[in-house]
């Protein structure tokens, strides 16, 4: 076990780690996703160093040139991490000591991997929760699209999975638009804790040389540098809660999957999927299963199972930076990776479902889900809730024994039952009286589900600007 003297840390070890240490220890595997932000703050810390006075002018252009080269050199390929780069920061100062020499050296100044691995993990996760974001607007727009196609399709509403009261199907599925709305609405508050930089933190106690913290922020698109640098350094609050946003959107989208799934089945019968979004058996060839809305809700267990590993190893961590925290990084590439995989693939399967407007108009007044509307009804007409409710329920007693529906029974059966149950209750014992009468603010009346998606729209507009995705 010789000496080598790559690692960051040789001076006061004779040997060199052994085989096992190194394996156990090594994070490049992982971390060289964190690459390109590394390098984006070895060059934020230059400048930061150039204002102290500790590189001269001709030093700094020095360093930005090898910090192209090497930029160049990551993103081709052609520099990639060995086994002696304990780390991705190991690497990247290897990478410009092999092109600087001693200049290269230099720029450990001031910074520890402590510091340096909080900054290069937050940027990248700025980074790519925006991408999350993008992708989440686009699978808003294709609810959108159907919510506003089905405004008019009438269909049964569920609790308990039961026929409940007929809504508009477009209401129904803009539902999920609000869903995601509040998750993106938790990334951007997210993004006020996560938009606060550690870099001049160091190990844990702050600089010696003059560094601007501040500064460096700045450069890195940072709001503010964080106040404690021992907090800085061992803070990953950050992290957990994204991936408690990462989770969310996942239950979002396996609540998504499971209606679709039920939606597609043949008992239902709502939806067909398109052959696109869909995928056959190797043995049965009737058969078109929905994969994507499968996959969807599987893949929030492991989501949440990210989250809650993360909690498990921030639990007790005594102070300042401990190499526990190393641990923080694959359950978040995990679900980053994840999600980006996953909500295209809603987004696809969402647009080009097919939906059976007829089989669900035919379908959203059964099994009784009228009955709410003459209790209402009779409500307007001056009888208590509680004895309406009575009125109601008799009404399907009746109905049931009858074996025929509410709408079945005639004006003496329903004035049988009460007096109050005049023939002007007819007008709601149909779907368009039972929706339109649901005309409050946030109901299923069709007006109301027009101006809802109309304010879908706006928001989903103002997202797009808050998030970057050109209009
Ligand atoms: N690879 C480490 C991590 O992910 C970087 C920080 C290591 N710091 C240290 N003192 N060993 O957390």
């Known amino acids: ?29 992982f971390d060289w996703r964190l690459a ?50 304990e780390d991705v920061h190991t690497a990247i100062e290897r990478g410009l000591i092999e092109i600087l020499g001693d200049l290269g050296g230099k720029l450990r100044a001031g910074r520890s991997r402590n510091d340096q691995v909080a900054t290069d993990f937050r940027l990248y996760l700025r980074d790519h929760v925006c991408q999350i974001a993008q992708k989440i607007i686009e699978l808003q727009e294709a609810l959108l699209g159907q919510s506003t196609a089905h405004v008019m399709t ?12 007929p809504v508009s199907f477009g209401h129904e599925l803009a539902k999920h638009i609000h869903a995601f709305d509040r998750d993106l609405e938790r990334f951007a508050d997210w993004d006020v804790r996560a938009a606060r930089s550690p870099l001049g933190a160091g190990a844990l106690a702050g600089s010696s040389l003059g560094l601007d ?19 800085a350094v061992s803070d990953r609050d950050w992290v957990a809660e994204f991936l408690f946003i990462g989770a969310m959107v996942g239950v979002h989208l396996s609540r998504i999957g499971e209606e679709v799934i039920l939606m597609a089945s043949r008992e239902f019968a709502w939806a067909k999927l398109d052959d696109s979004w869909s995928t056959g058996s190797s043995i ?9 809305a499968e996959l969807a809700r599987g893949k929030s267990g492991r989501l949440i199972g990210n989250l809650t590993g993360l909690m498990a190893t921030l639990k007790g961590l005594p102070f300042g930076y401990n190499r526990d925290l190393q641990e923080d990084k694959e359950p978040v590439f995990d679900t980053v990776e994840q999600l980006l995989l996953v909500i295209p693939a809603v987004t696809g399967m969402i647009a080009t479902l097919q939906f ?43 109905a049931e024994e009858n074996d025929c529906e509410l709408w079945d029974l005639s004006a003496e059966q329903l004035l049988s039952i009460s007096p109050a149950l005049t023939a002007g209750v007819s007008a709601v014992l149909n779907l368009e009286g039972s929706l339109s009468s649901r005309n409050a603010f946030g109901g299923t009346a069709p007006e109301r589900v027009v101006e809802q998606l109309e304010d879908l729209a706006i928001r989903i507009a103002e997202n797009k600007i808050a998030w970057g995705i050109d209009q």
């Open 36 to 85: 390109p932000y590394d390098i984006a703050q070895t060059r934020a810390h230059t400048h930061v160093l150039a204002r102290a006075g500790l590189l001269d002018a001709d030093e700094v252009s020095h360093v930005e040139g090898a910090l192209d080269q090497l930029h160049a050199a990551v993103t081709s390929g052609d520099f990639l991490p060995i086994v002696e780069d």
């Open 284 to 292: 049965m060839p009737q058969k078109k299963n929905p994969d994507i």
């Open 1 to 29: 076990m010789s000496k080598d003297t790559t690692r960051l840390w040789g001076g006061r070890f004779s040997q060199g780690p052994s085989p096992e240490m190194t394996a156990l220890s090594l994070s490049t595997h």
């Open 213 to 231: 913290p501040e500064l460096v922020a700045q450069e890195l698109g940072f709001t503010q540098a964080l106040g404690n640098s021992i907090d």
């Open 154 to 165: 009438f269909s049964p509403g569920f609790t308990h999975l039961q026929h409940a009261q």
């Open 356 to 398: 059976d407007s007829d089989r669900m108009m035919a379908s959203a007044p059964e099994g009784f889900a009228l009955a709410t509307d003459i209790a209402e009804w009779l409500v307007r007409e001056g009888v208590p809730f509680r004895n309406a409710h009575e009125i109601a329920g008799a009404c399907v007693q009746m």
